[in-house]
């Protein structure tokens, strides 16, 4: 018997968007296993072009649907509702108007929905960005296809009904509650579906099952979070043409919230330091945490002592702690040991960053950021 998955695409004003996305996924499941029954999700007062794409979409694999909310949601509001009615199916794909499905994208489907990862729910797209310092986000690859992050996905959001029940009962009991968010889900703003969900992986210690490769990409087109053609290189994420065997590592990699790598006792152990037995470590490799919850960190900011020190030849960063690799860019110390910043360090540590992902500031780039950063700094008095 054929597993079942219902499609949600969200859509508003973008009509031929939708169309796009709509197109792709015809060719996604053309030749799919799956009983698939699809939804377009209409906000309030919507183009009417969209209904009209929808209506002639060809779908012989399952039923479509149409909902029309018959109030203004937005978007954030919009996708919480959807999330709500996505309690009643089995298996449910959440879907924007300006996503593009891979060719083999229910290649990607068929082997999640057989799988039984503990996690929050599982994202078909590869953030290929660090979403605080917007470099290059480069997971360590320990075998498998998979890794996971503490990390809300928008882009192709795939989840069970016992895993969105769970996230939206917590959301009705937790309603308010304050939970420290990494800097990206604090810009976000709370009405952010994006923050509300990151407050419930935090909260709850869950991760998102994410790809090494995308199954799913994103134009990043105008619209609420994004502004337009200067967001589209950064919204995109390169896709897999071929359908290749798909597995779970017996280790997954971990990420944080601030998506830094986490240490397993073993790899610490690995390290032969001293001081590092039963303490506590966290990676600060962005230089982007507001506070250190462990006794100890490794970090690319300023510390009055370090402990041990590494370079950062090797990609991704955390392979040149793993490797003990020596230089001076990045410091095991005390949480109590590392100094503030100031203008000038976090210049120094933004250009050091960069320059080690080959994205090098010009000089007047430079002088505004520094500009900025005291002019700010004098605000704040």
């Known amino acids: 018997m054929s597993q079942s998955l219902h499609l949600i695409v969200l859509a508003y004003n973008r009509p031929e968007s939708l169309r796009r996305t709509l197109r792709s996924l015809s060719v996604a ?7 698939v029954s699809i939804e ?29 909310n018959v109030r203004p949601l937005g978007v954030d509001q919009h996708t919480l509702e959807c999330l709500k009615r996505a309690e009643a ?8 108007d300006d996503h593009f499905a891979s060719p083999i994208m229910s290649h990607a489907l068929e082997f999640l929905l057989s799988t039984s990862v503990s996690c929050a729910g599982f994202s078909l797209h590869h953030y290929t960005l660090h979403p605080i310092s917007e470099l290059p986000f480069i997971p360590i690859d320990k075998g498998g296809d998979f890794y996971l992050a503490k990390r809300p996905t928008s882009r192709g959001f795939l989840f069970q009904s016992s895993q969105i029940k769970s996230f939206n009962a917590w959301r009705t009991a937790n309603d308010g509650s304050t939970v420290e968010l990494p800097t990206h889900l604090e810009r976000y703003g709370e009405s952010n579906w994006e923050t509300v969900f990151g407050k419930y992986l935090i909260s709850t210690n869950q991760y998102i099952l994410y790809p090494y490769q995308s199954y799913l990409t994103v134009y990043g087109e105008a619209g609420v979070h994004l502004t337009g053609t200067d967001d589209r290189t950064i919204a995109q994420s390169p896709m897999p043409m071929v359908a290749e065997s798909l597995e779970i590592a017996p280790q997954l990699v971990h990420y944080d919230e601030w998506l830094e790598y986490e240490l397993t006792p073993g790899e610490l152990q690995n390290l032969n330091l001293p001081e590092l037995q039963s303490t506590s470590v966290c990676l600060d490799i962005q230089g982007c945490r507001k506070r250190y919850a462990t006794t100890h960190v490794i970090t690319s900011r300023r510390v009055k002592q370090s402990i041990a020190d590494f370079g950062m030849d090797l990609v991704p960063a955390e392979l040149n702690i793993l490797y003990s690799n020596s230089g001076d860019e990045l410091h095991l110390a005390k949480s109590e040991d590392v100094l503030s910043d100031n203008p000038i360090s976090i210049q120094k540590r933004k250009l050091m960053l960069r320059m080690y ?22 605000l704040q008095r």
Request: hydrophobic share 40%; net charge positive; glycine share 2%.
């Open 357 to 378: 992902y080959n994205q090098r500031y010009s000089v007047v780039e430079l002088i505004v950021n520094l500009v900025r950063r005291l002019f700010y700094n004098k």
């Open 29 to 35: 499941f053309e030749h799919s296993k799956l009983e």
């Open 89 to 96: 199916k089995k298996w449910t794909l959440l879907l924007e």
């Open 40 to 68: 377009l999700s209409l906000e309030f007062n919507s183009h009417p072009d969209c209904e009209r794409h929808f209506q002639a979409l060809a779908w012989p694999i399952g039923e479509k649907v149409i909902h029309r």
